[in-house]
């Protein structure tokens, strides 16, 4: 069955450098459009960056544009989220999510992993 892993959370200052990674394993991965999603306690799951396929289409929420790069490796089933400007707002669990449609909104999306958690102090 379909599997994403998320991976490379945890606590980062303000400013800093933080790398998060999707590993995903049961679909072939190049023909799927992938996403990064972010969910902050008491707030709705909000969209942050969305890849295409072969990666020549990359969109970005207006809160983190400028800040976040999302890229793929279509030999190694990975989507990648950086930023090396993480702000407090940022504090979130982020979820990667799979589709063969390139949507905007989390329901667009059929495969989820099951997140992980980003704290950014201040």
């Given at each position: 069955q379909?599997?994403?892993a998320e991976s490379g959370g945890g606590l980062v200052q303000a400013g800093g450098s933080l790398r998060l990674s999707?590993?995903?394993s049961g679909l072939t991965f190049s023909q799927y459009n992938m996403a990064w999603f972010r969910q902050a306690p008491g707030k709705e799951r909000e969209f942050v960056?969305?890849?295409s396929r072969t990666g020549t289409i990359r969109n970005?929420?207006?809160?983190v544009k400028g800040r976040f790069t999302i890229s793929r490796d279509n030999a190694k089933n990975t989507?990648?989220?950086?930023?090396?400007?993480?702000?407090p707002e940022?504090?979130?669990?982020y979820y990667c999510a799979?589709?063969?449609g390139l949507g905007?909104?989390?329901?667009?999306y059929a495969y989820w992993g099951q997140g992980t958690q980003v704290t950014v102090s201040s």
């Open positions: 379909v599997q994403l999707c590993a995903a960056a969305r890849i970005y929420a207006d809160s989507v990648t989220l950086q930023s090396n400007n993480w702000k940022d504090t979130a669990v799979a589709d063969q905007w909104r989390s329901y667009e």
